[in-house]
């Protein structure tokens, strides 16, 4: 029991709290990802539409920037307590709601942080194999944001000193805390409720690396994309050890004029992502073809991840935080349209993924 007596009732939650969260909410703070999770086969959207809005809960105290950052560390400590906790305390889930409730500018973060309670009742709902996974994933992404605030302790100003990561094996252990942890928890979930993956079980742990790989693509995608705006609130996700390869600091990334020297990061970090994308194709390819629901899931990331890299590999000017490489959303309309054919042939998503990384420059 959490050392608080005011623990959650069984039975609190309603129907109307339920489908709201699940509906509504969800939509408004997952935004494209909604459209991920509703293509889900029904058994899997509940259990990780729970994993996703906890682990959203917990982004958005870690990135409200008007707390101080020992308070966001204190609050996603409390919150990681109680998940541990089969009856977490409604006292310290409100405390955590008056902290930060009503200083968000987004709408539905603040309705996400008021109804914590409802939330929690969600995920005590869910079959206890599927709260395990839910509450390790969960977990697991909690230790990146900690992790986060603790190596980028202050928001910078572009005069101030910029920190980056140290090395490599940080980068990739980085990746893993924020985004391969999902591809593992998404892999072990689906195997637990999709009866066609039970062909997977035999080697679940070959197909749970896959898993992690291909979160870990997406997420250096991300922070390749991201790097100038990171740098502005004093964060460098690119290594020190990467820099030292182009005698550049952290703080040179912030010139934009360094765009050109500092190329050859890019195309490191482009090479790094492609290999993991090489591994998320063998997990699309590798999901039975009736599993047409799950391929879309994860076939639609994966795409978009490679058509980012190639308009990422483009730009002349890559450390201009005014220019958002953004894949337009003609693109993404006219590529979900596509994914319904070829969603059933191997041969034509390995060629398309093949076209993708082909657009990629490497010069």
């Not at 593992?184 to 039970?198: C, G, M, N, Y």
């Not at 309309?333 to 319904?340: D, H, T, V």
């Amino acid at each position: 029991m959490p050392p608080e007596s005011a623990s959650l009732l069984p039975g609190s939650l309603d129907d109307v709290q339920r489908n709201y969260l699940l509906t509504d909410l969800l939509q408004g703070v997952s935004r494209s990802f909604y459209l991920t999770l509703r293509v889900l086969p029904l058994p899997l959207r509940e259990p990780i539409s729970v994993a996703y809005l906890l682990a959203r809960a917990a982004d958005t105290i870690a990135d409200t920037e008007i707390v101080s950052v020992d308070r966001r560390c204190d609050a996603l400590n409390h919150l990681r307590g109680q998940l541990q906790f089969d009856m977490p305390s409604h006292a310290i889930l409100e405390r955590l709601q008056i902290g930060f409730t009503g200083q968000l500018e987004h709408a539905f973060e603040n309705e996400l942080l008021a109804m914590l309670s409802p939330l929690f009742e969600l995920l005590l709902r869910q079959i206890t194999p599927d709260r395990a996974k839910i509450r390790k994933v969960v977990l697991i992404l909690i230790e990146g944001m900690v992790s986060d605030l603790e190596n980028f302790p202050v928001a910078k100003n572009s005069g101030e000193v910029v920190t980056a990561l140290e090395c490599g094996d940080q980068l990739d252990r980085y990746t893993y805390l924020v985004a391969g942890c999902v591809g593992e928890f998404w892999t072990d979930i689906s195997i637990a409720h999709i009866d066609s993956l039970q062909c997977w079980q035999s080697d679940q742990l070959y197909y749970s690396q896959l898993g992690v790989r291909f979160g870990k693509g997406l997420q250096l995608t991300n922070i390749l994309r991201d790097v100038p705006r990171d740098l502005r609130i004093g964060r460098c996700y690119l290594p020190q050890s990467w820099l030292d390869e182009v005698a550049l600091t952290p703080n040179d990334l912030m010139n934009v004029a360094n765009s050109a020297a500092a190329h050859p990061l890019l195309i490191k970090g482009i090479l790094h992502a492609l290999a993991h994308y090489g591994a998320a194709e063998a997990y699309v390819v590798a999901l039975p073809r009736r599993c047409v629901r799950l391929r879309l899931a994860a076939l639609w990331p994966m795409l978009i991840g490679l058509k980012t890299l190639a308009q990422l590999s483009q730009q002349s000017n890559w450390l201009d935080a005014g220019v958002v490489c953004k894949v337009e959303r003609q693109w993404i309309y006219r590529m979900i349209l596509l994914s319904f054919g070829a969603v059933f042939s191997n041969v034509m998503l390995q060629r398309w993924c093949a076209r993708l990384r082909q657009s990629v420059s490497m010069e």
